[in-house]
């Protein structure tokens, strides 16, 4: 086990970005992330406020989490919104819309791998955790946007793990989890949903032991209705 790991989460003051956060604080890992609102409750967790789709926010992000946490081996692509309005049919997304998602989902986690790969590439053991959805994968009719958004993020991971062989890509869909983003979705889902807590515990062993699952670089894993993580399928990565 790598330890610590320095971790940047994007999204980190709710949901499951909180959750895992809280968690690898927690087990001693030096970790800082990113809302729009962070939450002022952890002084000691290195917090940055602004909108991810800004690219200057995205700029001050790069030198700011190198300064607070003096290098970066890990980085979680978490944050996602839902377009407005919700879960629009494509005859009425707008154009506005479409492009501050994709901002959100799409551009930003590209370009911050972009900004902190030469920081990634001097690391022992570097990780970048991208958090995905099955709606990347299953064309549910009012998704477009969305699934749009982590369709893409998807084959970008993958590429990226061809491109960058010395840096492990992990994609991962937490399933149903019991958050803001679930409930703005589908307010009247009766399943049983997830804790985020729960989620964030299943993806620990992805960061705490990146090596772990050798011989692969790109992984599709789901968190399973038990909290552990699932081999959902695998590719053999390129190099
Ligand atoms: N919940 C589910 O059932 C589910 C299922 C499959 C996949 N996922 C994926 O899991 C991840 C986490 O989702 P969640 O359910 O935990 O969502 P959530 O509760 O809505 O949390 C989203 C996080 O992203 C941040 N965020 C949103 N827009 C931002 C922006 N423009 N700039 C900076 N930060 C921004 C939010 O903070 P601020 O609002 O303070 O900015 C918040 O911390 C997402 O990638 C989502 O697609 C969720």
Redesign the pocket.
Known sequence: MDFPRHCFV?????????SLVRILAGRGHRTAY?????QDDRSDIPAFA????DPAFRARLITGVIDRLSTLDTLVL????LDDPLLAPVSRLTSKSLTELLA?NLVAPLDLVRQFLPVLRRQENPLVLA???DAARIPYPGWTAYAAS?AGLEIAMEILAQEEPSIRVHVV?????D????RQALPHDTNRLRR?DEAAAALLPLIEDPVRFSGQTRLYLAVNSVGRLALVSSKEGAS
């Open positions: 994007t999204g980190g003051s709710r949901g499951l970005g909180a990113c809302a729009r609102w962070p602004g909108d991810l789709a978490n944050a996602a919104v959100v958090i995905s959805s982590k869909d937490p399933g149903d989890m958050t803001a983003l679930h985020p």
